[in-house]
């Protein structure tokens, strides 16, 4: 079966940290671009960070860049987002999602990267308290 599952969420303090996971099943996560989202009740999904499928270049949004770390675990088939230094307003559910696409290099921080994945899972519940 092929899927995506999201794993790490939880609560935590502001200024502490959080390791996400998003694990792929049925494919080789690796020749897919990764893209980590997050969504809050009443608004749209936001793309926040992105990983390429060939050179593993990175994409962020602005206001997770030098906080949070997008990056692919060799032979786990698994990319990970390392959120340092959270903060309540990073209280959200997050998604990742794939394309065999180049992703979009513009437009992180807001929906606009959306359209360009295809296959999501079903989210972690990340809750950042002050």
């Known amino acids: 079966q092929v899927q995506l599952v999201e794993s790490g969420g939880g609560l935590v303090q502001s200024g502490r940290s959080l390791l996400l996971t998003c694990t792929a099943s049925g494919f080789a996560l690796d020749y897919w671009a990764v893209g980590w989202f997050r969504q809050v009740p009443g608004k749209e999904r936001e793309g926040r960070a992105c990983i390429s499928s060939a050179a593993g270049s990175t994409i962020y949004a602005d206001s997770v860049k030098g906080r949070f770390t997008i990056s692919r675990e060799v032979g786990k088939n698994t990319v990970t987002l390392q959120m340092n230094s959270l903060k309540p307003a990073d209280t959200a559910v997050y998604y990742c999602?794939?394309?065999?696409?180049?992703?979009?290099?513009?437009?992180?921080?807001?929906?606009?990267?959306?359209?360009?994945?295809?296959?999501w899972g079903q989210g972690t519940q990340v809750t950042v308290s002050s």
């Open positions: 999602a794939t394309t065999l696409s180049p992703p979009p290099l513009a437009g992180w921080g807001t929906s606009a990267p959306n359209r360009a994945f295809g296959l």
